[in-house]
């Protein structure tokens, strides 16, 4: 096969966990990330906000849910470009996370849920503590934005 991984022995299985997450892009081109809080997992690391679906929710649903709640402003499912997706597998569930660029809400954006809030330039985030899920998304930013 040629591929490095050909090898491996495969891993045991893990649940998917399908989360729907936002690139915020202002004016200047800068990109909002959101802080986890203490008390969850990976406390303290920057991602781009989203969240889980729930069930019967399409991504773009999802995503327009959770901007209300995580950040207290409101877009449409219109508004929503897809840019890409993240799949990593964690030890104990296998993250797939599709990423909307957003450029087009109401409301100025506020941590409900996160510790903070910081707006970054896209080539910025590298500096950034990020979950493994989040860092590939990154290079792909800087080329769009």
């Known amino acids: 096969m040629g591929c490095a991984d050909a090898a491996r022995v495969p891993l045991p299985p893990v649940p998917l966990l399908l989360v729907a997450a936002a690139a915020l892009v202002d004016v200047d081109g800068r990109v909002l990330l959101a ?5 969850k ?29 995580e950040l ?5 499912t219109s508004c929503l470009a897809p840019v890409a997706f993240s799949s990593h597998r964690y030890d104990n569930f296998h993250l797939l996370m599709p990423l909307f660029a957003v450029r087009v809400w109401e409301g100025t954006p506020q ?7 910081k707006w970054v330039a896209p080539a910025r985030m590298f500096d950034l503590p990020m979950p493994a899920a989040d860092r590939p998304l990154i290079a792909l930013l800087c080329a769009l934005i």
């Not at 802080?35 to 008390?39: I, N, S, T, V």
């Not at 941590?111 to 809030?117: N, T």
């Open 111 to 117: 941590p409900l849920e996160a510790e903070a809030l």
């Open 41 to 69: 997992p990976m406390a303290g690391l920057w991602e781009f906000p989203g969240g889980k679906l729930h069930p019967g929710e399409t991504p773009e649903e999802a995503l327009v849910r959770e901007l209300r709640e």
């Open 35 to 39: 802080q986890r809080p203490a008390g």
């Open 72 to 76: 207290g402003i409101d877009t449409e």
